[in-house]
């Protein structure tokens, strides 16, 4: 089982309708909690950065995460056509450096 | 100015090349990062400098040798690739090394062609 799961997608979706992207993981050690967008052979774009348990917003993104469920979420409201890209969930440990662990990314699709 | 620059863009070489990939960031961060991204897959650790000093190699082949001559300068240096190693090679930075200071930034990449 990998440490982190997320769908590839991928997920195809209107103009201006609300995605929802998932990640779930099985290490309970995880505190900090990251999604990266990434165009197409461009190099990741950190969207979100949160610690532990509750939601962040920003702008049309909100991350939220749920340490109970071992559950994270990014949801973009007003999709655009240029939120087209492979979104990666990302999370570390607490204790002194710790590697990212990625998701293996969602690919998403806006049409006009 | 949350910026990390790459260059090459982009790098064409043969098994028998010496070359290098270079990486700046200007953000006083003290820790950086090479990752390597095939197609369709996410990026994969490679090696981590904190202060300048290497802390973390994840098993990489020799063929492979980091350098971190100052605070805002990474290198990589290429030696007898094999075409397995085509990929985009990414440099991130993070303020520093745990916790919220593990706040990574990518560069946008060099796409490394191994002929």
């Known amino acids: 089982q990998k440490e982190v799961e997320q769908d590839p997608g991928p997920l195809s979706v209107p103009e201006g309708a609300i995605v929802s992207l998932n990640c779930t993981y099985s290490?309970?050690?995880?505190?900090?909690f990251m999604w990266y967008r990434q165009y197409s052979r461009k190099g990741p774009e950190l969207l979100m950065y949160?610690?532990?348990?509750g939601n962040k917003e920003d702008g049309r993104f909100t991350a939220q995460v749920d340490k109970s469920s071992k559950y994270i979420s990014l949801f973009i409201r007003d999709s655009q056509p240029s939120d087209s890209a492979t979104y990666l969930c990302a999370m570390s440990r607490n204790t002194g450096f710790q590697k990212l662990v990625f998701g293996t990314g969602t690919r998403l699709l806006v049409s006009p | 100015d949350t910026e990390v620059t790459q260059t090459p863009k982009h790098l064409v070489m043969g098994m028998t090349n010496k070359k290098s990939l270079k990486c700046e960031q200007h953000?006083?961060?003290?820790?950086m990062y090479w990752y390597k991204q095939k197609a369709k897959k996410p990026p994969e650790l490679m090696f981590v400098?904190?202060?300048?000093?290497?802390?973390i190699n994840e098993s990489v082949p020799s063929r492979f040798s980091p350098e971190c001559p100052n605070s805002s300068l990474l290198n990589l240096h290429l030696h007898a690739l094999q075409p397995e190693d085509s990929a985009l090679y990414l440099c991130?930075?993070?303020?520093?090394?745990?916790?919220?200071?593990?706040?990574?930034?990518f560069g946008p990449g060099t796409r490394l062609t191994v002929l």
């Open positions: 400098y904190s202060y300048e000093k290497l802390s």
């Open positions: 290490n309970s050690a995880f505190q900090y």
């Open positions: 949160t610690y532990s348990s």
């Open positions: 953000m006083g961060h003290r820790a």
């Open positions: 991130a930075s993070s303020q520093g090394s745990g916790g919220l200071n593990n706040e990574q930034f």
